[in-house]
Nanobody, 128 residues
Framework: QVRVVESGGGSVQAGGSLRLSCAVS????????MGWFRQIPGKEREGVAA??????????ADFVKGRFTILQANAKATVTVYLQMKSLKPDDSGMYYC???????????????????WGQGTQITVSS
């Protein structure tokens, strides 16, 4: 069974940086679509970034372009990606989730219903 585990959330002041990690285990599929989503209270879950591991292909929501970077980690036991975040704003606060599906991303990478497995989420709080 595919298992998705996020880590790296926390509290930071505006303008600061954080790095989230997402590790996927339990599947032999190494080329996976890995997506980051976030949920802010009172709003729908929204896509932040996604990549297909092993391909170098990545996509970003407009509101994070130039500030967030999704990177693949050099891990052997798991498929792991990072979400490197800089210039954080209070509006970036929320619960961040990692999701995955094998081989390629959904037609719309930010369509949450297209992902098969989700992590439990990690909280980010950005104070002004």
């Amino acid at each position: 069974q595919v298992r998705v585990v996020e880590s790296g959330g926390g509290s930071v002041q505006a303008g600061g940086s954080l790095r989230l990690s997402c590790a996927v285990s339990g599947s032999p599929v190494r080329n996976r679509c890995m997506g980051w989503f976030r949920q802010i209270p009172g709003k729908e879950r929204e896509g932040v970034a996604a990549m297909v591991t092993g391909s170098g292909l990545s996509s970003y929501a407009d509101f994070v372009k130039g500030r967030f970077t999704i990177l693949q980690a050099n891990a052997k036991a798991t498929v792991t990606v990072y979400l490197q975040m800089k210039s954080l704003k209070p509006d970036d606060s929320g619960m961040y989730y990692c999701a995955t599906i094998g081989y390629q991303c959904p037609g719309n990478w930010n369509d949450a219903s297209g992902y098969a497995a989700w992590g439990q989420g990690t909280q980010i709080t950005v104070s002004s």
